[in-house]
C-alpha cells in the first residue's frame, strides 16, 4: 500500500463503464451571469452560477458539472434555509447531520469520476443524508446504492426523493461501516462520513479498477480525503487535502 499526500492521484487503468454521460443541459461554459429577475432559489439561473463558482474553483469534469447544475439542491434542505442552498457552504440536514458544500460535493465526485468520460457502473454510497449527493451520484453512474444509519434521514431521503422518480437509486436502511454486500462489486465507493480508518468491507467491495473516495483521519492525526484505488497489482492510497465530515458511526439509530 503506497500513501503519498499529494493534491492529485494518478490516472487509473480502465474500469466497467456504463453508457457515455449525455450533455443533458448546455450552455454550461458559455451561460451568462444570471440576472436579478429569474435569480429564485428554484430557478435554473441559480445553479448555473453555483457551477460557474465551481468551474472558477477549479472544477472541470463536465459530467459532475452538469450533474449539478441539474439537481435542485434546495430541495433537499429545510425551507427555511432553501434561499442558502446553491452557497459554498455545508447546511443542516437535522439530527446533527449537514450536507457538505457543493464545491467538497464536487471535488469528490471529480475524483471518483477522474479520468472517465462515461457513466460508471455500480457505486455505493456510505451516508445518504438527505439524498442529495445520491442523486447527483444518479446521474454519473448506472446504479446507485445509497445506505444511512440514521432511520429519520433514511426516511426523510425517502420522501426527497419520491418524486423524482429516480430509477436508478437504491436507498438502503443499515450501517454502511460494513458497505452494502449485495450491490457489490462497486465501480467506486464515496463516504459522506469519516471514520478513523477506511473500512476493510469497503475494499473488499470494491470491484478491480474501482475507486473509493472517504473522508478518513490519516497519520498526520486529522482528517483528510483519500482516494484508494484497486488494481490488478493491489491497493493504492492517496491522501489529498484535509476535510471536516460528520463521524462515521458504527450500527443503526
Ligand atoms: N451525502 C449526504 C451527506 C450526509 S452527512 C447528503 O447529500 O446529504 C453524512 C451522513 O453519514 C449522515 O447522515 C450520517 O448519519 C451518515 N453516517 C455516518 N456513519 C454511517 C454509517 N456507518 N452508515 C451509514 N451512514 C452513516
Not at 437535522?94 to 468520460?117: D, H, W, Y
Request: proline content about 6%.
Amino acid at each position: 500500500m503506497v500513501a503519498r499526500p499529494s493534491a492529485s492521484v494518478t490516472p487509473r487503468p480502465a474500469a466497467p463503464l456504463g453508457p457515455p454521460i449525455r450533455p443533458a443541459v448546455t450552455g454550461l461554459v458559455e451561460s451568462r451571469p444570471a440576472q436579478a429577475s429569474g435569480f429564485g432559489t428554484g430557478s435554473q439561473a441559480v445553479r448555473v452560477d453555483m457551477v460557474r463558482k465551481l468551474q472558477a474553483q477549479g472544477i472541470s469534469h463536465t459530467g459532475v458539472l452538469m450533474a449539478m447544475q441539474t439537481v435542485e439542491r434546495h430541495r433537499f434542505v429545510d425551507s427555511a434555509l432553501a434561499n442558502q442552498a446553491y452557497e459554498d457552504t455545508s447546511l443542516p440536514i437535522g439530527l446533527g447531520q449537514t450536507i457538505s458544500k457543493p464545491n467538497v460535493v464536487a471535488r469528490m465526485l471529480e475524483l471518483m469520476c477522474q479520468g472517465r468520460t462515461e457513466k460508471l457502473g455500480r457505486v455505493l454510497e456510505i451516508g445518504t443524508g438527505c439524498g442529495y449527493q445520491a442523486v447527483v451520484l444518479s446521474h454519473l453512474s448506472q446504479e446507485v446504492y445509497s445506505i444511512e444509519r440514521l432511520r429519520g434521514l433514511h426516511e426523510k431521503a425517502r420522501e426527497n426523493v419520491r418524486t423524482l422518480r429516480v430509477a436508478n437509486l437504491h436507498l438502503i436502511f443499515g450501517d454502511g461501516m460494513l458497505g452494502f454486500p449485495k450491490g457489490a462489486p462497486y465501480a467506486a465507493i464515496i463516504a459522506a462520513a469519516g471514520g478513523e480508518a477506511i473500512p476493510q468491507a469497503w475494499i473488499d467491495q470494491l470491484a478491480v479498477g474501482g475507486r473509493l473516495v472517504a473522508p478518513a483521519v490519516t497519520v498526520r492525526g486529522h482528517q483528510h480525503l483519500v482516494v484508494i484505488d484497486k488494481t490488478a497489482r493491489g491497493v493504492e492510497r492517496s491522501e489529498l487535502e484535509a476535510v471536516h465530515f460528520v463521524p462515521l458511526k458504527s450500527g443503526i439509530a
